[in-house]
């Protein structure tokens, strides 16, 4: 985050590759873009993101450790606020998953990472996907974001 003057002017956008994925430093600018857009759509504020990519060995231990989940997935979203009120957003993207799906769904792999970046952003905002219904509406707000053309002006 910037701060002037003692008060949050800009929020801070972290992309941080663990994976050693070569693809991702290709999409720092459209993914930052994809995040504000995303943010300024749904009018949240969060004081930082950050957007963690790693392998399924590392994702696997996340899932055990917080969600009690003896398996690897594709994308975990942790939002909270601390005690000064500054709201944060780490959303962790397991890049091998990225490319299993990609591959299941016959996506471009980059596509299935913009995917999985913003359901874990929804996630962030407050969003759920428990029930059939709640799923379609996650679907449909991704779809909604990917068709916004804001996200992809320069």
Do not use: C
């Not at 910037?2 to 801070?12: A, F, H, Q």
């Not at 759509?41 to 917080?66: C, R, S, T, W």
Request: no cysteine; charged share 30%; aromatic share 6%.
């Amino acid at each position: 985050m910037l701060i002037k003057n003692g008060k949050i002017i800009r929020m801070e956008i972290s992309i941080i590759n663990k994976s050693k994925e070569k693809n991702i430093k290709k999409i720092k600018n459209l993914i930052k873009r994809i995040i504000t857009a995303t943010i300024k759509k749904h009018n949240v504020k969060f004081d930082e993101i950050n957007i963690i990519f790693i392998k399924n060995n590392e994702m696997k231990k996340l899932n055990k450790k917080y969600l009690s989940k003896n398996s690897t997935t594709d994308v975990i979203s942790f939002s909270y606020t601390d005690i000064s009120n500054l709201r944060f957003a780490d959303i962790f993207i397991s890049t091998d998953m990225a490319k299993k799906n990609a591959k299941l769904y016959h996506l471009n792999p980059i596509t299935e990472t913009i995917i999985l970046i913003l359901h874990g952003l929804l996630h962030a905002i407050g969003f759920d996907d428990a029930t059939t219904k709640q799923k379609i509406n996650m679907s449909q707000q991704i779809l909604k974001i990917l068709k916004g053309e804001e996200i992809w002006k320069k």
